[in-house]
C-alpha cells in the first residue's frame, strides 16, 4: 500500500509539471488512457472445464455455477432471470453430466430448482460468484466480457463473442 501511495503522489506531482510547462488537459488525459487488450478465446472442454486464451487458465467454479454459465453461454441473446424455469430442462443436463452420482438425486434436482427460481435469489449468488471466478483470472475490466450481467429486470447475457467460445464436444451444447 506504501509502495501504491508514493507512486500516485508521483503521478500528481508530475502530471503538475506537465501543467506548468503547458502542456494541455487533453495531452495528459491521453497519457492515461489503457490500451484495450484482445480477449482471448474460451475453450468449454468435454467434461466442461472452462479455460481462457492459449495458456489455458481455468476458471474454476461449483458444478451449479458452472451449469447456469454455460446456460447463458449458449444463449447469446440474453436471458431475463424470470424466464429461467422455462429453461430448467437444459441446465439440468449440464448439472447433472458434471454431477454424476456424486450428490443424492434428490438434492440436484432441487439445486437446479432453485437456480432457476427467479423468486429464490439463488441465480444471484450464482452470478456473483461466476463473476468472482472470473475476477480470480483476470482483470476487472476484461473479466466484464466473459461473466453473466445485465440491469435488474432486463434481459442477462455473457458479453463475449461467441467466435472466441469454442465448444470442445463434436455437437453442439446440449438443448
Not at 476458471?59 to 424470470?82: D, Q, S, T, W
Not at 438434492?107 to 439463488?122: C, F, G, R, Y
Not at 472470473?134 to 429486470?153: N, P, Q, S, W
Request: aromatic share 8%; glycine share 4%.
Amino acid at each position: 500500500m506504501f509502495l501504491m501511495d508514493n507512486i500516485k503522489r508521483e503521478i500528481k506531482r508530475l502530471v503538475m509539471m506537465l501543467r506548468e510547462k503547458g502542456a494541455s488537459e487533453e495531452e495528459i488525459r491521453e497519457l492515461f488512457e489503457v490500451e484495450q487488450r484482445p480477449l482471448s478465446r474460451l475453450l468449454v472442454t468435454k467434461d466442461y472445464r472452462l479455460l481462457i486464451g492459449n495458456e489455458r487458465l481455468e476458471v474454476k467454479m461449483r458444478p451449479i455455477c458452472k451449469a447456469v454459465y454455460l446456460l447463458f453461454l449458449n444463449h447469446p441473446e440474453g436471458i431475463r432471470f424470470k424466464e429461467l424455469p422455462d429453461y430448467r430442462e437444459e441446465i439440468g443436463r449440464y448439472y447433472r453430466s458434471m454431477k454424476l452420482s456424486t450428490q443424492a438425486r434428490k438434492k440436484v434436482e432441487q439445486s437446479i430448482i432453485n437456480a432457476t427460481d427467479p423468486i429464490n435469489h439463488s441465480i444471484n449468488e450464482k452470478c456473483a460468484r461466476i463473476k468472482e471466478a472470473f475476477l480470480k483470472v483476470m482483470d476487472a475490466e476484461t473479466a466484464t466480457h466473459y461473466y453473466i450481467c445485465g440491469e435488474r429486470g432486463e434481459v442477462k447475457r455473457i458479453g463475449l463473442s461467441r467466435e472466441l467460445v469454442t465448444w470442445e464436444q463434436k455437437e453442439s451444447p446440449p438443448e
